[in-house]
Nanobody
């Protein structure tokens, strides 16, 4: 199982970014996917999750209305569209799945929101 994130960048407050996670090595379309984020010195925080077929999504209160999680099962990709970014969205963002009773994480991608 491999999860590879991309798309992190430095962006100004109010800006937008789209993160991508390329998945391989498992039956991607059968498993839910989740984006987490982590700030140094703090616990990893769940940002958004999406069901296997994409019909169900859930968001942290802090990102509701600003972030959108989506997936393309044909391409084995999951995305996080982030709009109206705030300083407090600065973090390393990780792609995650639970497969065969094991947790898998990507290497993370840095999102920095700064003026």
């Amino acid at each position: 199982v491999q999860l590879v994130e991309s798309g992190g960048d430095l962006v100004q407050p109010g800006g937008s970014l789209r993160l991508s996670c390329a998945a391989s090595g498992f039956a991607f379309s059968s498993y839910g996917m989740t984006w987490y984020r982590q700030v140094p010195g703090k616990d990893r925080e769940l940002v958004a999750t999406i069901s296997s077929a994409g019909g169900l999504t859930n968001y942290a209160d802090s990102v509701k209305g600003r972030f959108t999680i989506s997936r393309d099962n044909a391409k084995q990709m999951v995305y996080l569209q982030m709009n109206s970014l705030k300083f407090e969205d600065t973090a390393v963002y990780y792609c995650y799945t639970l497969y065969d009773m094991r947790e898998y994480w990507g290497q993370g991608t840095q999102v920095s929101v700064s003026s």
